[in-house]
């Protein structure tokens, strides 16, 4: 059974950088495509960025694109998110998610494990 802990949320002003981080246990994260999903208050579920199992091919929401760079160190079993130049409507709680497919899945549903998410909160 796959296990997943967000950590590196917090509050930041507009501009500023945050890196979260997503470690896993019980299995490694070669054998999953990982994606990182947010859900703003009153809002669903919304598809952020997404890294291949290999590490090689990654996706990322237009809204993001750009500003956030999703990776991956396999040694220590870890998915991040940096995310730079961050804006007031990137206010959320921050979800990393692992997929037994073989294609970067954008919908929730193709997602087999979640972790328990991380607040994000971006306010001047």
């Known amino acids: 059974q796959l296990q997943l802990v967000e950590s590196g949320g917090g509050s930041v002003q507009p501009g500023g950088s945050l890196r979260l981080s997503c470690t896993a246990s019980g299995r490694t994260v070669t054998t999953y495509d990982m994606g990182w999903f947010r859900q703003a208050p009153g809002k669903g579920r919304e598809f952020v960025a997404g890294i291949s199992r290999s590490g090689s091919s990654t996706l990322y929401a237009d809204s993001v694109k750009g500003r956030f760079t999703i990776s991956k160190d396999n040694a220590k079993n870890t998915v991040y998110l940096q995310m730079n130049n961050l804006k007031p409507e990137d206010t959320a709680v921050y979800y990393c998610?692992?997929?037994?497919?073989?294609?970067?899945?954008?919908?929730?549903?193709?997602?087999?494990?979640w972790g328990q998410g991380t607040q994000v909160t971006v306010s001047s």
């Open positions: 998610a692992a997929d037994r497919r073989w294609t970067i899945a954008t919908m929730t549903t193709d997602y087999d494990y």
